[in-house]
């Protein structure tokens, strides 16, 4: 199945406290490109991730994009100093009797003493965290190989449409290729009867080996042939279950270079306007073909 370069997948998942949201979006690219924005502090998760990526997506630049939000707050640890407490008691208990002050300590004075209570960042389960990541994750991969695949689909439809209009173009050319050599030779010989007017016979044997030479210099059956074969190839690619755009991008290098040794050795007007035809149809092909896997 061909498979579009270009696509977007959105997947979330949540557990009792957070919740992650993903965004992929992927676009061509010549070899498989992975980027990942996500919290700092899930950075090692990075490499599971692209695991995952790679498993459905191999050709094309794709950017994931992970949101998380805390549905409580479990990351976070509130610890008081106790020795720090007693020695800030033991100090303003001494400043209260070296200077005759009453003694009047309240908690919340206590607590806003710098240091007093200390706000530490505890350590999350990674793999908790992962088991609530993996499954957005994968929904958004789904949802963008759908997205790829359906493309893709449309892709191969206009590609093998366009394959069957040079397939009977290329028809046309041959067909025609058979009646250019004796068109050549009454034109040549009705011209050289014109230039001598009859004062001199026509050399038959000078004539056979000039359209003889013409004939083989104008051949282009070999072209003609692999041009079919080119064209069968192409379209048993495009129904690959497999990344197919490197060859089916080869296969219409390859025709391209057919179709202009066709136009050189050809000097037919019918046969160039074909050839001019089937090089546009190629171009569109190839256009295509950038955006395929």
Not at 44 to 53: A, H, M, Q, S, V
Not at 94 to 99: M, N, T
Not at 150 to 159: R, T, V
Request: proline share 2%; hydrophobic share 35%; net charge negative.
């Amino acid at each position: 199945m061909v498979k579009s370069m270009t696509g977007f997948g959105r997947g979330e998942n949540s557990d009792d406290f957070r919740q992650f949201i993903i965004e992929i979006k992927s676009v061509n690219h010549r070899y498989n490109d992975v980027i990942i924005k996500m919290p700092k502090h899930l950075s090692y998760l990075e490499e599971n991730i692209k695991k995952l990526i790679k498993e459905k997506v191999n050709r094309g630049r794709v950017e994931v994009y992970i949101h998380l939000t805390n549905l409580e707050d479990r990351g976070v640890e509130v610890k008081p100093d106790i020795y720090l407490a007693k020695s800030y008691i033991k100090a303003l208990g001494e400043l209260c009797e070296e200077c005759n002050i009453e003694k009047n300590l309240s908690l919340k004075m206590l607590s806003s003493f710098p240091d007093v209570l200390k706000i530490e960042k505890k350590d999350e389960d990674e793999d908790e965290i992962w088991m609530c990541l993996k499954p957005a994750v994968e929904k958004a991969i789904n949802n963008l190989y759908i997205m790829r695949a359906k493309e893709g689909k449309e892709l191969a439809h206009d590609i093998i449409d366009r394959s069957n209009i040079i397939e009977k173009t290329v028809k046309g050319i041959e067909n025609r290729a058979s009646g250019v050599v004796l068109e050549y030779k009454n034109k040549l010989k009705n011209r050289i009867e014109e230039l001598l007017e009859d004062a001199y016979e026509l050399d038959e044997t000078r004539l056979a080996n000039e359209v003889a030479y013409f004939a083989d210099k104008s051949n282009i059956t070999e072209e003609i042939v692999r041009l079919f074969s080119h064209i069968n190839q192409l379209k048993k690619t495009i129904n690959a279950d497999m990344p197919v755009g490197r060859k089916l991008d080869f296969l219409v290098q390859e025709m391209n270079r057919e179709v202009n040794t066709i136009g050189s050795k050809v000097g037919d007007l019918e046969i160039t306007n074909s050839v001019v035809e089937i090089k546009s149809e190629l171009e569109k092909i190839r256009e295509q073909i950038q955006n395929i896997e």
